[in-house]
């Protein structure tokens, strides 16, 4: 099973439009978590909207693996550009994955890194390699590499200080690392196919809402090739 994690219903409509037989599942939570079951591109597939934030990502991630045991996990939808040559519908796929704003680095740990946590969570290289041939399929334009995650919609004046700690830093959101460290913690295999709605610049906020239904449709699209991908190849571990 392909489990994907979304923060908003905008960013998991097209993919819970794409699924054959989907089917609602009953969640233990009482507010802003949806999880649909169905079949991707036909793969078995669950597409889970978690809500927005850290807290929100991890604690939907764990109920979906625990109860779902999915194979393979992508965080899907959408992200804010961080790298000067990423432009707007840029589709970002997430090798690795780190905190935007932690700091212990008065204690010997590497920016962005949580003391008793790796410097990075790393998506598995065949999983990624499977992610960029999807994105290729889509026709759409792609990078590969860092993405970062924390409880702020980064605007400029977050952008920049960013930009200088993280140097090769291609995006930033509120839930992909969270969901990395879960599916780490947990043994499932995961990448991210998010698309960049804003540059992290003074019209974030606006670009963001011109640009959201459009950028949920490029990630839904290379989602659906990789699970097309994973179900001529088998899933990836």
């Known amino acids: ?10 960013e998991s409509a097209p993919l819970e439009a794409r699924l054959d037989d989907p089917a609602p599942l009953t969640v233990p939570f009482t ?13 078995p597939a669950a597409v889970v909207t978690t809500g927005i934030g850290i807290a929100a990502a991890t604690a939907a991630a764990t109920w979906a693996i625990l109860e779902l045991r999915p194979e393979v996990a992508v965080a899907a939808g959408s992200c804010g550009g961080l ?5 707007v519908g ?4 997430g090798e690795s994955f780190t905190w935007s704003i932690a700091d212990a680095t008065a204690f010997g740990y590497a920016p962005g890194q949580v003391p008793g946590g790796p410097e990075r969570h790393t998506a598995p290289s065949d999983l ?19 993405m970062l995650s924390g409880d702020a919609f980064v605007t400029a004046p977050l952008a920049a200080p960013m930009r200088e700690r993280f140097p090769g830093a291609l995006s930033a959101d509120m839930e992909t690392t969270a969901s990395a460290r879960t599916c780490a913690a ?25 640009e959201l239904d459009v950028v949920a449709e490029t990630s839904a699209r290379a989602v659906e090739e990789l699970a097309r991908h994973l179900a001529s190849g088998g899933a990836a571990r």
């Open 90 to 93: 840029t589709l970002i796929i």
């Open 128 to 146: 990624v390699e499977r992610a960029r041939r999807a994105a290729v399929a889509t026709g759409a334009a792609h990078r590969s590499g860092l």
């Open 31 to 43: 507010t802003g978590v949806r999880a649909v079951r169905g079949t991707l591109a036909g793969t």
């Open 186 to 210: 947990l043994g499932v295999p995961f990448t991210a196919l998010r698309a960049v709605s804003d540059l992290c610049g003074p019209s974030a906020g606006q670009q963001f809402h011109l």
């Open 1 to 10: 099973m392909l489990l994907v994690l979304a923060a908003m219903p905008e």
């Open 83 to 87: 790298a000067a040559d990423v432009e």
